[in-house]
């Protein structure tokens, strides 16, 4: 397996510029300067045409992609307009989705602007009808994340729980548990009920 290679900015911005070249001659995109503050990522480019904004970007520290569209006139005083391209290229072509982080980066580019151009033509000409989907899709997305994390926690609570009882630390235990009252088993309530009169 060879190593993951992290581009330089000249490497990610040469390649962005190639693999989303078909925006400029296929729909009438230009691109444009980024803005001059210092804590922008300059590991993007961004275009417009007369409808609609593209901004791709390098993230996790070399590691990933993003890709962002919205309306060509963003808001001035509040965030940007825009959402994500990975729920539309889920909904309209999962086998694509699977493959968009596969690869380093520069893989990762030429991925992501194969599903723009086969999932988002309707995007790129202006037609934002999507976006309530897109929503949706970010909202259930982001909710199974929390779940998951909470789940997490969960676990490792009890297992930190489970250890503080073996060694008789039991107002830790109660302070571990009672965060988990509403979740508990009969058995951990017990164990709670147990700890909190050795505790008085």
């Known amino acids: 397996m060879s190593p993951i290679y992290n581009p330089t900015l000249e490497d990610f911005l040469g390649r962005a510029r190639q693999e989303f070249h078909f925006l400029i001659v296929e729909f009438g995109f230009k691109e444009q300067a980024l803005p001059r503050h210092g804590d922008l990522n300059q590991f993007q480019v961004r275009y417009r045409n007369a409808s609609t904004l593209v901004e791709v970007e390098g993230i996790n520290w070399g590691y990933g992609v993003n890709v962002l569209l919205g309306p060509r006139r963003q808001p001035i005083f509040r965030s940007e307009d825009t959402f994500p391209l990975w729920p539309i290229v889920k ?31 309707d995007v790129l000409k202006g037609d934002f009808s999507i976006r309530a989907e897109v929503k949706k899709l970010t909202e259930e997305e982001a909710l199974r994340g929390r779940s998951e994390l909470a789940e997490w926690r969960y676990r490792a609570d009890m297992e930190k729980a489970n250890e503080a009882f073996r060694s008789k630390d039991y107002h830790r235990v109660v302070a571990i548990l009672a965060q988990h009252e509403d979740r508990l088993t009969p058995a951990q309530r017990l164990k709670l009920e147990y700890t909190k009169r050795k505790c008085s």
Do not use: F, H, K, M
Request: charged share 30%; with cysteine; hydrophobic share 40%.
């Open 91 to 121: 909904i309209r072509r999962p086998d694509v989705y699977d493959a968009l982080d596969i690869g380093d980066q520069l893989s990762q580019l030429t991925a992501w602007a194969t599903a723009l151009r086969e999932c988002a033509e």
